[in-house]
């Protein structure tokens, strides 16, 4: 069966596996506390994929083109032994890398083992270095310096180079920018900021929230020259920027400035099994249903092949081509649509809001 192209001609190879909805951090633009709070009704045990579940779905991606998964949460290391999942994606033949998304809260603990059992690459989520700010952008009180632990214990590890990320918002931590690089200048650590997303709908997203790459980056340049580099690879989704007095470089993430949809390869599987095509998919695909119906791996790997196939999903562009036509004062396009999930019916059931959230779906 032929690697599979969606119908924008673009090829599945990265697979991102959420394996758990959990998260012992209440980041407001991604799990506000007043959402999720005690009485949020997370996934249950028994609806999770099983580690031999995700390694058979990986597997099956692998035959269809797939050559890059990571893992993400919720906090997957929240998820028991994650190393031993580690371990059984590293030994499917075809992966070539496997990597995870952490809040680095639990990294220094896990480091170690996780390298052991095959892991290749880590990328840690931090908005500031402030005590003050980042306690406000996770709203708790977890120490900091356990995170830099964490990421100090993972390049040790050799899970180097470590990519730490830096959500962008404005009014709450873009102060924060140049003290971030000023921090990872000359260390071993890749830093990358990220344009503020639109990512679910319970975080109050508004647009004048967005701090732009271009003034990110201006902020930046102004006090170390910066020198634009080439891509690492296809589909890279940060622009790269080297210090030109060699002390490293920085990425940028900028999915709403600049959306990079045309390069887009990843499918995305939630905890509970469902697949999709983009950060902002109009629907989920059950995997889970046929996993424990007894399907083949021929089975699995058609049904994966028709999702691919079906897919025309460029969200980000959608909504940049809206923000230009009014810029314009032209009639803007119809703006992106989402159509109702299981997960949004029972998420209306509960009271919660319907767009698939980012705790759900892997950032």
Known sequence: MANPTDRLGRPLRD?????????????PYCMPRELFGSEYRFIDRAELLSFEEIARVARVAASQGVRKVRLTGGEPLLRRELDVLVAMLAEIDGIEDVALTTNGTALAVHAEKLARAGLDRVTVSLDALD????????????PLARVLEGIEAAQDAGLAPVKVNMVVRRGVNDHCVAAMAEHFRARSQVLRFIEYMDVGSSNGWRLDEVVPASEILATIGELWPLLRLAPAHDGEVATRWAYRDGAGEIGVIHSVSEPFCGGCARARLSADGKLFTCLFAERGNDLRELLRAGASDAQLAARLQLIWSSRADRYSELRAERARGVERGGTPPEPPKRLRTE??????????AAKIEMSYIGG
């Open 15 to 27: 697979l991102r596996v959420s394996v758990t909805d959990r998260c012992n951090l209440r980041c």
């Open 131 to 142: 005590e003050d700010v980042f306690h406000s952008m996770s709203d708790t009180r977890f």
């Open 343 to 352: 997960h949004d019916v029972a998420a209306e059931s509960l009271g919660r």
